[in-house]
């Protein structure tokens, strides 16, 4: 077989990793693996929808490479990232006698990419683990950078590490299978990356939509820049990729993990921060409603529409960032294609943001 | 105040850090965690029984150096070291508003310390932390390598992380509150590092029991080597140190955690060891009965006399060990004062020592 190249590299000196992009790429994933020097057993972690579409097609690719697999499905959907899970997956492996030369595969979407990243940063004190993301949201975004989480019920994400991936197969056709929605949801991180750095990207996807492998590796690119400079979001530098995310954040623990998916919380939450940024940046009214018009194009949600109090919103928030003098530290926008950390918002912005987001 | 000197220093690179050793000096923990640079409010960590010992001083010492704290108790005890109380200490982390500008101080014995090492390792993706041990297990072990674990039902310490802390504070008086059998079974780790690497200090305990001050010293420069050489245990160096832990682990694991205590199990595990060493790497009879000889010294259980069928046992090593073709990667000693990894080691070896134990 010709030797494939990958499309981005990661370059985090000794954790430098690639990213192979490319349609049917997903029967590559045993050769890739051997490819970068993994040698155990491999610990297959999914979801049993994910398992239905490309379970056979990827244990097939992993055997055929010569390595020995087991299987471990959870229930698709946010709440399995939770400690109930990481247990019932750990016993797993343990049951399957998962040594510590093994390493741990993550195939599906944003959930299985953070859950099994942490089965593998904590299954006999840390395994290599490689990412097989299935959906846009994990192909354009989560599935690179290393950060790995479940939820609490304080907030998202409150559980993780930062343990980076040895090699990431993203198949640009494992997509297609996904509802409507869950594409769409992908799209509001799209969005994010024209929005925070790149706004011929923002102009493009205002024009139309170009193929996912173009998107997927054009995000990539980005998300690598961030993670290079700032792997572990000590500088701020990696912080700015959190646009939108704490208000999404606050809305997916208000309204029960797995209401509103990750990605169209992240849009109301994007919503949120442009008025803000209006408000405390000197963002344009255009621009805010450029930013609005591009996210109601890929039907992602400007509105509020459940029915959830403000205050409960705003507890979530406070249970996951902290207040200085009433203020909190917050990524705006002062215009497109730029962002920068503010501690100038408060939490009476807050509490207008998400009134507005309700009107 | 005079400048405190750290007694030992564990050489990691940018991951070096002082180990103090000493009477009473759990009253500077505060001042050595400001030295350290630590800046942010302070999490403790500690069970009941600890906390009415020792939880004021420690806290008075924070509080003095300016930190904030809050305070996280779980019940005393190997049954803590579970994701339950995973669980139940980072929400109460989460609830206390516990940033990751903050720190973590492990204050108790080796359960604490496992746990809220772990704790530390995945609350908001990793904090600094402090160990405060109060026991002779962990004074002369556990707080010194950064090995962080819960336990599943399938085997000990099978989930956790290498996360080593920031500064450890080992004040020398606090084991005098500890019952008898928690003070003697400090002493298996102690008897482990003479019999695996320090023929001398086996001596000397043969004749009488140096000063607690001076064993935490000599051990925590053995373990420091240790670790330097082989930090996560890659090389097969730092696996010397778990001579007796196979056996001993598997004893844990077979009678309930928290029937037998570590230091209990891993006396029982040498005494194991020691009989296989004989069969398999030459061990002389005349030091196999030093050892046991040494270990009842401390009162501490060299015959199995729970009823623990051999086959519960057996199956417990099996689920944390792996055999390659019937045989195991166990740590044996030729002679006192050396010890080799070999693969020479069968299932019949283990049956055979197992049932030596309950004779």
Chains 1, 2 share one sequence.
Not at 79 to 96: G, H, M, N
Not at 308 to 330: C, M, Q, V, Y
Request: some cysteine; proline content about 4%.
């Amino acid at each position: 077989m010709a030797p494939l190249q990958p499309l981005v590299t990661v370059n985090l000196g000794v954790r430098s990793y690639p990213v192979y992009i490319g349609n049917g790429i997903i029967f590559e994933t045993g050769r890739l693996a051997r490819d970068v020097g993994l040698r155990g057993q491999a610990a297959i972690i999914t979801d049993e929808t994910v398992d239905q579409f490309y379970g056979s097609a990827l244990r097939e690719s992993i055997s055929q490479a010569g390595f020995k697999a087991s299987l471990h499905r959870v229930p698709a959907g946010e709440r399995s990232k939770s400690f109930a899970v990481l247990e019932t997956l750990t016993e797993s492996l343990a049951r399957a006698a998962v040594d510590r030369q093994a390493f741990v595969v993550a195939l599906g979407g944003g959930v299985i990419g953070d859950l099994a990243g942490l089965v593998a940063a904590i299954y006999r004190r840390g395994l290599p683990y490689i990412q097989v993301p299935t959906t846009v949201m994990a192909q354009v975004d989560s599935a690179v950078g290393g950060k790995t989480a479940i939820n609490l019920a304080a907030g998202k994400n409150l559980v993780g590490s930062f343990h980076q991936p040895r090699l990431v197969v993203t198949d640009t056709s494992t997509p297609k299978t996904l509802g409507v929605r869950e594409w769409n949801e992908g799209f509001a991180e799209i969005i994010k990356y024209g929005i925070i750095c790149d706004p011929s990207l923002f102009e493009q996807l205002e024009r139309s939509t170009p193929p996912l492998a173009e998107l997927v590796k054009r995000c990539v690119e980005i998300k690598a820049g961030f993670v290079e400079r700032d792997e572990q979001e000590r500088s701020g530098e990696r912080a700015l990729l959190n646009f939108g995310h704490t208000v999404g954040h606050g809305l997916e623990a208000a309204a029960g993990y797995g209401t509103l998916l990750h990605g169209e919380a992240v849009s109301l939450g994007m919503r949120a921060a442009a008025l803000i940024s209006m408000r405390r940046a000197g963002l344009q009214t255009a621009e805010a409603t450029r930013i609005q018009r591009l996210l109601e194009r890929y039907s992602l949600p400007t509105r509020l529409t459940l029915n959830l109090p403000p205050s409960r919103i705003l507890e979530k928030i406070l249970s996951d960032k902290k207040f200085i003098g009433g203020k909190i530290r917050f990524v705006v926008i002062p215009r497109l294609g730029a962002a920068q950390v503010t501690d100038e918002v408060g939490k009476e912005d807050l509490e207008w943001a998400i009134a507005s987001l309700a009107e």
